[in-house]
Every structure is written in C-alpha cells, then in structure tokens.
C-alpha cells in the first residue's frame, strides 16, 4: 500500500505542473499569433485551476490515511524493526505529499486572476506595517533591518492586501539568502510619478546567467521552492500597472525594486 500511494504521489508531482505549464505555454504561444486566443488562456487557467483543486481532495485523503496508518504503526504490540521500516516510508511519502500540496497552492495562487480591492494607500505606512510584523522573524533568524523610507506620503492606488503578500514574499526570499543573519534594507522614493520600493539582502546574491530565469514559473534555485513565489509577485505588482525588477551580484546580495505609479493629485 505504502508502495502504490508514494508511486501515486510521486507520478502526481512529477507529471502535473509540467502538463500545465506546457499548455498554459502553448497558448501563450498561440495568443501571440492571435489575439483571439486571450478567451482560451483564461478558460484553460480556470480549467487547471479545477484541475488542481481536484488532485487537492485525495491528496488530502491521502495525507490523512498516513496518519492514521502512523499512529497504528506506533501502537503497542507491533514488531519494532518492521513498525520503524514502515513508519520511515510513510514519513517519505507524507513528505511527497506536502510537496505536492505546496506545488498546488503555488500553482493556484498563480493561475488566479487577480480581482484588485483598489484604495489610496501610503506605501511608507504599508511598509511600516510589514517590518513590524516581519521584526520577531527576522530577529529569530539574525537579521537587521534598515529602513530608509520617503519624507513625502507615496499615496497609490493598490490592494493593499496584495502588495503585502508582494512584500511579505520578497522579505523571505531574502531570509532564505542569508543563512547566517544579514541586513535586510527597505528603501522607498519618488520618482517622478512613481513610486519606488527597494528591498534589498546581503545574501548569497544570484548569479548573472540565472537573474533573466528568476520569474520565470517553476525555475527555483533554492532546494524545496515551488519556483513561483516571484512569478506570482510578479503577476500582483503587474496587476497595478507597476514593474518589478531585480539585480543581483554573488556574494553581496540581492536587489529587488518595485515601480508603482502614484495617485493622481
């Protein structure tokens, strides 16, 4: 049994994002040719977005069932080397399984469309805000952080809800380059009508070849990331008429800089 549910998971992991992403690139493709092909993108973005929302309901049966197997296995009467053989199998596949549930949450943070709950929002407040919820982690993981916000209100139009998640994504891509503590700096400025949020690491940096794949779908470069973190952040900050960017040098850190324009007068 323990055999054919790792097998099931396994396959699962392995065949479902590439399929997707192959159609979803397909179409990218063909809506290039033709602009027509906006409708079929967006119906097949529902479609594997069912799609994966689907695997999520046995996958959760599955995860369940391990437990409940795990708990007899560590029940008394049971033979010690056979019970502890088995248990290290199962603990392999519930590993399999979470990370095909975080693939599927990624995924579908992805394929989502954005529906943007717009409202004028001072992006040094929004900041403020996430640096006073991100403090506890940062200081548990050795980490300063520097802030070097505008004298002036940066009013825009945004989710705020989503720029945090923007925001809240980027400060722990930097936590993951700086494995041994760091400084984490938060910048924002004007620039003509636009405001501009920097955050930057002193991390492990990202080397010159690798900085073009950086958001691009499932191109991860740290072990156990789904690679979608950045492409999804990508999609938010887009969503508002903003950029985002990056620059990075191996050994130094890393620089990620925001674009959004600001609210009119």
Known sequence: MQRFVAGFVIALLAVVPPVVWFFCTGTRRRRARNSGCVGQLEELAKLTGELAHEIKNP??????NLELVTEE?????KNDQTAARALRKIAVVQ????????????????????????ASVNINE????????YSPQAHRYSITIRQGLSSEPLVCRVDAGML???????????????NSGGELMIRTAKHKETAVIQISDTGAGIA????????????????GGTGLGLPAAKRMVEAHSGTISVDSEPGKGTLFTIRLPLQAD
Not at 99 to 116: A, K
């Open 59 to 64: 996958l959760s049966t599955i995860k369940v």
């Open 208 to 223: 010159a070849d690798k900085l073009s794949d950086i958001f691009k779908p499932y191109c991860s470069f740290r072990s």
């Open 73 to 77: 296995l560590k029940g008394p009467g």
């Open 95 to 118: 590993k399999e399984a979470d990370r095909l549930e975080q693939i599927l949450d990624g995924f579908l943070r992805y394929v989502s469309r954005p529906e943007l709950q717009l």
């Open 164 to 178: 945090k998640q923007v925001v809240l994504n980027l400060f722990i891509n930097a936590q993951q380059a700086m």
């Open 126 to 133: 929004l900041l403020s805000d996430m640096v006073d919820f």
